[in-house]
């Protein structure tokens, strides 16, 4: 296994596959095994990298999640391109990941080629996210399959790292601090904006935001799906790498 440092700890990477280099960021609660069955559509066209968030997957655990999450994780990024030498990587970003993606751009674009930022609410979260987050995890912590996820992507100290994420999110929620480092009108690297009509876990007015990010920014586009769940470049995930090659390369 690899690691780099990183702050006094190590964070986990993978490398697979060659190409352009494709950084996959996932979400929250989840590690880079999620990305493990999608590798295959990938790594014949990428140099496809995954890599653990600090606290999350086979990195080092941290005793709290900083409630700037998206914005702190976006540094790790930055911190595995320049350890790598990777002098422009593409990003692919799900979930609370596409706010990390967006976010690295944001921070070095002189570092990023292209973004693809998938299943995520955009600039704000909705008034009842903490609310509703609150009674997602009580709920999903009791649920079968998700606990099996869980303990996939995290291992046996799931539950932990599940109570440290939710009590991040919860107070960024809380005291309404920005998703992005920047305004979104300074993103300077071609994004894709990708996201289902049927995923339950985002914003009911997805593609409204969607459009409205993308009318701020100079190289922008959007793909939505009509069916499929949370999150697309899983449940979409044929359709979904097709569109990912297509956009990166052109």
Not at 14 to 37: R, W, Y
Not at 215 to 228: K, P, Q, V, W
């Amino acid at each position: 296994m690899s690691y780099f440092n990183y702050q006094s700890k190590r964070i986990f990477y993978k490398e697979v596959g060659n190409g352009e280099p494709l950084i996959m960021l996932h979400g929250d609660t989840a590690s880079s095994t999620m990305f493990e069955m999608l590798i295959p559509l990938y790594q014949e066209y990428f140099r496809v990298i995954l890599v653990d968030f600090l606290g999350n997957g086979k990195s080092d655990r941290v005793d709290k999640f900083p409630a700037d999450l998206w914005i702190t994780q976006a540094q790790q990024v930055i911190a595995l391109i320049e350890y790598l030498k990777i002098r422009k990587a593409n990003l692919l970003g799900t979930s609370g990941g596409a706010w990390v993606a967006v976010n690295t751009a944001l921070e070095r674009p002189d570092l990023i080629n292209k973004v693809i930022a998938d299943s995520f609410d955009g600039r704000t979260l909705e008034k009842d996210f903490a609310q509703n987050l609150l009674k997602e995890r009580e709920f999903a912590k009791k649920d079968i399959l998700a606990k099996q996820f869980y303990e996939w992507c995290q291992g046996e100290d799931w539950e932990k790292v599940v109570d440290l994420n939710t009590v991040a999110l919860v107070e960024c929620a809380e005291k309404k601090l920005p998703l992005f480092s920047k305004t979104l009108e300074t993103l300077s690297v071609p994004i894709l904006f990708v996201g289902s009509l049927q995923d339950e876990m985002c914003r009911k007015d997805m593609l409204k935001e969607y459009k409205e990010m993308n009318s701020l920014i100079a190289n922008g586009e959007i793909h939505i799906f009509d069916t499929g769940g949370h999150p697309a470049v899983a449940t979409n995930a044929e359709q979904f790498s097709k569109i990912a090659l297509k956009f990166i390369y052109g």
